[in-house]
């Protein structure tokens, strides 16, 4: 693992205090890489929702999810979370319907306006039903809007939720699937926010090399990582592990993840490293354990645990500052639903963020 790379960063969140000729150095508040800290809890236990990073706001989106494990227990306003006043608040704007649960997304640029973006979903109780609705939301305007021209082509059965997602390239990539009740997907495919309506999605010509989903994704670089995810009819986590390159159209092999692991999000540190956030349904999962890839020395490391050990819990990074935010999810029995919300805090001194230089 590359050891203490800095990064320099103009937004920090913890200070070293100037001091003149002579003074006596201010010790360092915060140890590298930082720490997970808990922050105001969302009125309601979550799961299922998709947790997306605005930039131009600065909050975190909780994209629907729901509340409890009954039908009728889904949001279908966005819950938001402010770091800045540590309080949440509710979207006056809503989904179009309650299947949004377990759904993928990602942020991008419409013809200069950000969105985010989710694709597909469940209610939940469904059996045997989800989404094939593409969703826009204006956190600025809080609007939301269905993209009626685009559906994603990978439910073609009317029961198939989408697996995994990570954007590059202001495109968002989604990866395999989980037919309900019948078993995992491994296409692969492209939507473009700056094709004409109606021609944004594209189906890859690479597939999975095995029908995998609830795949922990992110883009590095110019390659986008998945690792680990679900196999299955009955959702078994897997230490599956690769690259993709969108411009090849290729699937390569990785470094396998050093546990197994499913049903959670990889996010992408301020200095390239990915970073899988516990999750995982087969004991001993759920987990608490981050584990770290470098893909650049194609080597994994542990990162700092956070407190709770869950899955199924909506989750993004700040790509600037490397904060990140934990919010949910189904507690170690799979069965209670959490309220917690942790916050990842980088380690920032002199205005530098400390981000790697530590190997578990």
Known sequence: ??????????????LVAAFPAGATPIAPTCSPPGTWATRTSPPTPIVRAWGAFFPSDGKFYLMGGRSADLIGSDFTNVNIYDPLLDSWSTSTATFSDAQVNNMVGGVLNFGGTPYIITVGGSAAGATNASSSEVRQYDPVADVMTTLTTDPW??????????????VLGNK??????????????????RFDP????????????????NPIGYIPTAASGSLIYLLGGSSGTTVTDTTESSSYDPVADVIAPIATIPRATGETRAVTAPDGSIWVLGG???????????????????????GPAFSTA?????????PVAGTIWATGGYDTSGTTLLDINEQFNACIIDDRIFFDGFDG
């Open 1 to 14: 693992m590359r050891k203490s790379r800095l990064l320099t960063l103009v937004f920090a969140f913890t």
């Open 153 to 166: 082509p990978g439910n073609t059965d009317g029961a198939t939720l989408p697996g995994g997602a990570a």
């Open 172 to 189: 968002l990539y989604v990866f395999g699937g989980f037919d309900i009740g019948i078993g995992m997907t491994s296409a692969i495919y």
């Open 194 to 209: 700056a094709a004409a309506a109606g021609s944004r999605w594209t189906t890859m010509t690479a597939t999975l090399p």
């Open 280 to 302: 995982g349904r087969v004991a001993p999962n759920p987990s608490n354990e981050v584990d770290v890839y470098d893909p650049v020395g194609n080597a994994w490391s542990l």
């Open 310 to 318: 869950r899955r199924n819990f909506p989750a993004d990074i700040d």
